[in-house]
């Protein structure tokens, strides 16, 4: 039993439509609000190492990316902490709210709780005007697939790549870039968190055609030798960079650096040079 | 170190305004969003004996009575689920989805977490016209001071008395009430989910006056012999009835049964029975 697995059995109770994007979408007068939960943890997803401060960076970066992959503007940040030590709590504290000042949002509410393993969880909210709310559902065939940054730099850290550090420990959600994305006309988007294979694998689930990649063009760690670059950035989890399709004629949406990787195909199959990736990235697992 | 401790501590990083309510305030269109976020977890808050069902259930309603005490009406939920095993998943999600249903809300998003210990963290949200907005500071000297319900019946559990399960169990948030009251020109409002006393000492933070109990209007929980009822309904946590003040002229709010126990003093000070009482209640503790 893993993450999508499990979601689908989420989805037979609370229905469908509620599990289908990063955010889910609000009225919220004229504009729409979309909203966001993560939970993350001390044991998968606070590595050693990191400091109270990047602890609580990281626990709004990963929010912000959801709304950021809306098209939407982060607004408003609320920030549950269950932790053993209290004294963590300023740091954690610092940290988001650090995260939140850059990308325009405001810490708004929040619980503690007395919690044996620290546990973070961040709910974001955010808004966007009707036209240009974007969602993981649209692409055309004939759209181009397109990536903001370079993929695979925080599994680098984990595999002994020590100079990407930064990549994991205090990513930077994509928000400016969400958002003129948005407005220069993408026809679907998400972030890559779990890897751009498994990322794509979520994109063809809610899409009626399928993606075709070209590994040549991917952005690859530097300093990762031979095949394991490749791999670290088509597995890879722990980035937040953006996935998302753009109309050939709408290309390139001007103030934004991305990389056209491949394009959306009529047939409903994932398609890295040819052939289907694993289903592999970062993923729970219950035994 | 305790949780109003901490909560200091916090304030300092995130400002002291957004810590002053059961909820926090955005605008949306015409109305107002009240926005709030709980984090329970199995060894403070789900007791022994409890169904993955009854999880589910009081994880939604402790978020939903903090909606109910700003007078809002409850509209959406995210819950993040951490959990070790899970078989859980379903029993949780369907007891969120009932209580949510049964006051008007509806599940909209979450997160599944592996977690060594069941963590659910429930986010809500609601709408409340502008003038029926309910905040916990707004008390005038003259005010008096109501209750909805019993008081003590779910501590009454935990001390052996277990005709009350579902009193800790199945909380039923105030939210009819809330908005009713809320209407009916209430001029302060809080649930009570930490115990009378403590609540009352919140109220006391947040306004410029003082609140005089009579505990011999307290209702007490049937069954409970002596002067342990009486403890049980000033100092018992994990009730989730409504405390309010109300300006004399408008009382009884019709619809809503509440018993009124007592006054809005001038003098800035909790008393109860002429005492000021002790200070403890619903806590979690940090050493």
Known sequence: MDDRELLKLVMGIVGRENCL??????PCGEQQMVVTTDMLHQTTDFVTGMTDWQIGWMS?????????????????????????????????????????????????????DRHGELT?????????DKEHLVRRSGAQPGDLVCLTGTPGQAQAWLEGFLQYEKALFEPQPRVEEGQTLARGGITAMMDDSDGIALSLYDLLSVNDYGFAIDSSTLPLPAGVPGEGARELALYGGGDYELLFTLPPERHPVKGVQYTVIGKVIPERVVLVDGAPPERRGYQHRWG
């Open 21 to 26: 994007d990063d955010c889910a979408v609000l």
């Open 60 to 112: 709004a970066a990963v929010t912000l990316s959801d709304i950021a992959s809306m098209g939407a503007a982060p607004k408003y940040l609320l920030i549950a902490v269950g932790l053993d030590k209290w004294e963590q709590i300023s740091g954690v504290m610092q940290g988001a709210k650090d995260c939140c000042t850059k990308f325009g949002a405001a810490i708004i509410g929040g619980d503690i």
């Open 120 to 128: 973070v969880v961040t709910t974001g909210l955010g808004l966007v």
